[in-house]
């Protein structure tokens, strides 16, 4: 923050009396507020992406997007996050702050970094598994009992049942050509393009105006909120929060695009071992399942923390200085 406002200060005539010419030391940058900025970039990756990049596919495909091919499909998703999240996110950067490498940083961090994030996520996919379990099954008693939490589950089933047939479609693969391909449209192309907009331009435009964890914060509730899963809204938000923490601990966006890879890679692999039945099952009503999720949830939940409290003790100790 102290860049962009030095930046924007006329520098200080030299003892000598001589001035330096205006010319040489006032910047424009930014050009809007950080925290405007970083709503365009909300408000304009979300209408680009989900709005005329859906557009783009209806008029390629036709509004049967059933009968499409799934190939297809799955490079128009490709080229959307490219074109409608990946590149906005650069020319927001350069348009705004006039340098891109001091808003989307990837600064190459050492090893030790790299596992002990990977580790969170290897703890965290599992622990909301757990907390999913516990929702669900919360939502399925409540629903029960009351007639207005019925309708809003009739609701959000619906739109959940919407949400597993596109992202069963792109998923599913007959053989191994098939499944690389899965793998570049859901793990590793979203992993880029999603980072370098949510936790590069967006929260690195948040932190200018708040605190790192309150930009994290920000940012991970639209992140949440971006990808229309209703039941995984929560989970979402969690993983969108230590993504950003991951963001601005390490100071670099090349750990949160590993871990965002690593979590979406899982999500894929386990699809391919247990179906679509158990990935994408909303309705559950075992209470023997829901006393043991609830001690894994809390044993992983223990685990992850500690975890958290450690990363922040690692950084405090090699004295890498926090951004804003």
């Known amino acids: 923050m102290e860049e962009l406002e030095n930046q924007q200060n006329q520098i200080e005539p030299e003892k000598s009396g ?5 010319a040489e030391t006032y910047s424009p940058y930014p050009l809007i507020s950080p925290v405007a900025a970083a709503f365009l970039g909300l408000v304009g990756g979300f209408i680009l992406y989900q709005f005329l990049g859906g557009l783009m596919t209806l008029l390629i495909f036709g509004f049967d997007l059933e009968a499409a091919p799934v190939n297809g499909l799955r490079f128009m998703t490709i080229i959307g996050q ?4 990946f590149i906005p996110a ?3 950067s350069k348009w705004i702050y006039g340098d891109v490498s001091k808003i989307i940083s990837l600064k190459l961090p050492n090893w030790r ?7 969170g996520i290897i703890i965290l996919t599992p622990l909301l598994q757990s907390y999913l379990y516990i929702q669900n099954y919360l939502i399925e008693q409540w629903a029960e009992v009351s007639p207005f939490i019925n309708s809003i589950k009739f609701l959000l089933d619906s739109l959940n049942e919407l949400i597993e047939k596109t992202f069963g479609n792109l998923i599913r693969a007959d053989n191994v050509p098939e499944m690389l391909l899965v793998i570049i449209t859901i793990s590793v192309v979203p992993a880029i393009c999603e980072e370098v907009m949510f936790r590069g331009y967006i929260q690195r435009s948040f932190g200018f105006k708040f605190k790192p964890h309150i930009a994290a914060i920000l940012t991970a509730l639209f992140f949440a909120l971006y990808h229309f899963n209703p039941y995984g809204l929560i989970p979402l938000a969690i993983i969108g929060f230590y993504l950003g923490f991951a963001a601005y601990t390490s100071q670099s966006l090349v750990i949160p695009i590993i871990i965002h890879f ?3 890679f899982f999500a894929v692999m386990l699809y391919f071992i247990i179906g679509d039945d158990e990935l994408f099952k909303s309705n559950v009503s075992d209470a023997e399942a829901l006393d043991a999720n609830i001690i894994y949830f809390l044993i992983l939940f223990f685990m992850f923390t500690a975890l ?7 950084y405090k100790k090699i004295k890498i200085p926090q951004e804003v």
């Open 82 to 85: 490219i074109l409608f999240i």
């Open 262 to 264: 690593l979590n979406n």
């Open 18 to 22: 001589e001035q330096i010419p205006l």
């Open 90 to 92: 650069l020319l927001f």
């Open 113 to 119: 970094e790299v596992v002990l994030f990977v580790l």
């Open 308 to 314: 958290m409290f450690f990363i922040r003790n690692y």
